[in-house]
């Protein structure tokens, strides 16, 4: 099994930045692939940015790039994202996700990944 527990959530206004962070603690041969995905208010689970845990290889949504970046620390099996330039429209629910890479999914796909956390909450004001 794998457990994953976010952290770094918060209140912030437009324009400002925030860093999530992920802790994963199991089998590690279940976390190859680690990602970020929100759901916003009314809103489906949509993929915010993945990262390939062997060589940091990384995909971003279309969203935040250029925003957003996404590293880990593998010595801490900890995965972080960095969010600045922060949008209304980043606010969301924020969860990590993990998984072997098995499933043949696209990377944003959350249907590629089987161990989820419970989320941090991001809500940006205007």
């Known amino acids: 099994q794998v457990q994953l527990v976010e952290s770094g959530g918060g209140s912030v206004q437009a324009g400002g930045s925030l860093r999530l962070s992920c802790a994963a603690s199991?089998?590690?041969?279940?976390?190859?692939?680690m990602g970020w995905f929100r759901q916003g208010p009314g809103k489906e689970r949509e993929g915010v940015a993945t990262?390939?845990?062997?060589?940091?290889?990384?995909v971003y949504a279309d969203s935040v790039k250029g925003r957003f970046t996404i590293s880990q620390d593998s010595a801490k099996n900890t995965v972080y994202l960095q969010m600045n330039s922060l949008k209304p429209e980043d606010t969301a629910m924020y969860f990590c996700?993990?998984?072997?890479?098995?499933?043949?999914?696209?990377?944003?796909?959350?249907?590629?990944?089987?161990?989820w956390g419970q989320g941090t909450q991001v809500t940006v004001s205007s």
């Open positions: 996700a993990a998984d072997d890479g098995s499933r043949f999914y696209p990377p944003l796909n959350a249907g590629g990944y089987r161990y």
């Open positions: 199991g089998y590690k041969g279940r976390t190859n692939y």
């Open positions: 990262i390939y845990t062997k060589t940091g290889s990384t």
